[in-house]
Nanobody, 128 residues
Framework: QVQLVESGGGLVQAGGSLRLSCVASGRTFSSYVMGWFRQAPGKEREFVAA????????IYADSVKGRFTISRANAKNTIYLQMNSLKPEATAVYFC?????????????????????WGQGTQVTVSS
């Protein structure tokens, strides 16, 4: 049974940093893309960042480029999202997701329905 378990969320002041973690289990993820999405109150879930487990290639939403970094630790089956210079508009539930990269086109990394597995989410709150 595939499980994605997020952790690391919390309350932080604007300008601060947080690091989210996602531990993946239940199958081999070597051919998968791992992504982070977020959903703010009253808004639709949106893409934040993604990383190819095999190549390590990364992709980011324009709104987080230069401030957020996605990375992986293969031995731990864990991905991370380092979030710096946080803004109040980053307040959201952050979800980890996994999708089979074999089926991906260039636009797939941003597309929620291309991800097969999802975690339960972790709350991030940025105070002004």
């Amino acid at each position: 049974q595939v499980q994605l378990v997020e952790s690391g969320g919390g309350l932080v002041q604007a300008g601060g940093s947080l690091r989210l973690s996602c531990v993946a289990s239940g199958r081999t993820f070597s051919s998968y893309v791992m992504g982070w999405f977020r959903q703010a109150p009253g808004k639709e879930r949106e893409f934040v960042a993604a990383i190819s487990w095999s190549s390590g290639s990364t992709i980011y939403a324009d709104s987080v480029k230069g401030r957020f970094t996605i990375s992986r630790a293969n031995a731990k089956n864990t991905i991370y999202l380092q979030m710096n210079s946080l803004k109040p508009e980053a307040t959201a539930v952050y979800f980890c997701a996994a999708g089979n990269e074999i089926r991906y086109s260039a636009s797939s990394y941003y597309t929620q329905r291309k991800y097969d597995y999802w975690g339960q989410g972790t709350q991030v709150t940025v105070s002004s």
